[in-house]
């Protein structure tokens, strides 16, 4: 393997470009290979976990480019800097650098002073380094207030011109926005985290002069107040996200209070292949004519599970991954009426649209009729490979008997009619296992492709001195290849489907 031709070589690191551990371990391997892969950890070297205030390797490399009357003015401000020439450096690092995240830098420019103006003047120096020494500016994360303009500069303007994705806070002065407004139109990933409720002029003129903008995504963070006061705060947003409608494919928006223009904006999304919006302020009418032929993902909460239910309604069929992305306990659930009819009706136009879904999320109550179309689905449904389950029992009756019928009826449905492709189970609530019904339904699967499965609580019921016994059994199932996992986790690993079994 070590071989192999340099193209080949490049191919396979810009696969594993987000996997640190096995970068680094490429450049121990012989010359070629570091020769290689370091134009691909150089892209972007802010992407790497490096403990900067340990570690000053980005710092020393940096500094060594910087020209001697510039070391000598930062030094008279008692900015330490190593001692340590261009001419030792292997490689021309920064020619390969495309992206600058203002974060690290902080944390990287700390290392050498905590003086605020010393580290201004240092952050000045090495921001007008990489517009000098970066071929082109792909990527920005500026969620860090940069302590100066960089891009009045001719050569940040030039850079600035490709630049495809930026991550930005609304905290920024609007300048920044006005003058890459100015420099870059082709930015075709744009994620904005909202921390204040008002001024988004900026923000707003950056979006509305975008020509490739494919992905969009806002989420407000903290409290903001002022939106109970303004409930069109975000209009201009809204409008000038509207310029994009045609070319934008994957629309993220967590507003914390929808805008009154939303249900005119969003049935101008047509290509979507991914949504994820609150819908809960949209009537019935207005769901109807949001109409994605061509979505693939599709991102809601348990609240909405009837709004979710009238966009599946009008997809197109390629639908891929259904998330519910926030769950509730069983005493919420308990006081929402129309719990059971939208659950039933969700579960149905999942089973009856939806014959691609890989990547489900399900919330239901533990009714027979619930639980009959939840089989009819899995029995559909012949590409599922991961499934969320949140099962509720709704009588608020007492003690382990109701999850222990819940979990044994669970158990008994995926032997029966489980997909030949599903791959894992998360669950949530009330299920309960009994180490017999376990013991059943393992004996039941072998033969079948191994099952992970995940629970946030501990959904396996112990008799006295029976922990040893249940840790027998699963040991004995994943050694035999029945099982590859079965375990508890915490609740944010269980629900997020990124999270790896």
């Known amino acids: 393997m070590s071989k192999l031709n340099e193209d080949i070589l490049l191919l396979i690191f810009k696969e594993l470009r987000d996997d640190s551990k096995s970068l680094f371990s490429c450049l121990m391997v012989n010359r070629f290979w570091c020769k290689t892969v370091i134009p691909v950890l150089w892209r972007n070297p802010w992407n790497y976990y490096i403990n900067y205030n340990k570690k000053k390797y980005l710092f020393v490399i940096i ?75 792909k990527y920005l994360d500026m969620k860090s207030i940069i302590r100066h303009q960089i891009f009045h500069h001719p050569e940040a303007m030039l850079r600035s011109e490709s630049l495809c994705e930026l991550k930005c806070d609304t905290s920024i002065d609007s300048s920044y926005f006005y003058s890459l407004a100015h420099i870059s139109q082709y930015i075709q990933r744009l994620i904005i985290v909202n921390t204040k409720a008002n001024g988004f002029h900026g923000i707003a003129e950056l979006i509305g002069v975008q020509k490739n903008l494919k992905y969009f995504e806002w989420r407000d963070v903290g409290y903001l107040p002022v939106i109970i006061l303004e409930p069109d705060l975000y209009k201009e947003i809204l409008f000038a996200l509207e310029k994009s409608a045609n070319i934008i494919i994957h629309l993220n928006i967590i507003f914390q209070f929808m805008s009154r223009s939303s249900p005119k904006v969003f049935p101008k999304f047509h290509k979507l292949k991914r949504l994820r919006v609150g819908l809960n302020s949209f009537s019935e009418e207005q769901l109807k004519i949001c109409v994605y032929h061509d979505l693939e993902i599709l991102e809601t909460d348990y609240y909405e599970l009837k709004a979710a239910s009238i966009i599946i309604e009008n997809s197109g069929g390629h639908l891929k991954k259904i998330y519910l992305y926030r769950h509730h306990d069983i005493d919420d659930v308990d006081h929402h009426e129309k719990f059971n009819e939208y659950s039933l009706m969700f579960i149905r136009k999942v089973y009856e649209k939806c014959l691609s879904i890989e990547y489900l999320s399900l919330e239901f109550p533990s009714s027979k009729q619930h ?13 599922l490979k991961s499934l969320i389950l949140a099962i509720y029992t709704m ?13 044994k009826e669970l158990l008994k449905l995926l032997v029966r009619s489980a997909p030949t492709n599903l791959r894992e189970i998360r669950i949530l609530f009330d299920v309960k296992f009994s180490l017999g019904a376990l013991k059943e339904f393992l004996e039941k ?11 946030s609580t501990s959904n396996v019921i112990y008799k006295k001195n029976e922990k040893t016994k249940f840790i027998k059994l699963i040991n004995i199932y994943k050694n035999n290849g029945v099982i590859k996992d079965l375990r508890c986790e915490c609740f944010k690993n269980v629900v997020n489907l990124d999270y790896k079994i």
């Open 63 to 137: 500094v060594s480019y910087l020209s001697d009357n510039a070391k000598e003015s930062l030094m008279r401000y008692r900015i330490r800097l190593p001692s340590f020439s261009y001419q030792t450096l292997l490689f021309d690092y920064l020619s390969f650098c495309r992206s600058i995240n203002t974060d690290t830098m902080k944390s990287i420019i700390s290392t050498a002073t905590s003086l605020a103006h010393a580290q201004c003047l240092l952050e000045q120096e090495f921001y007008h380094l990489f517009m000098k020494k970066f071929p082109e500016l």
């Open 371 to 383: 639980f009959n179309e939840f089989e009819k689905l899995l029995k559909i449904c012949q590409n």
């Open 395 to 407: 009588d608020n009756v007492k003690g382990d008997e109701p999850l222990l019928e819940n979990g």
């Open 445 to 455: 699967w072998r033969g079948r492709p191994a099952l992970s499965i995940l629970t």
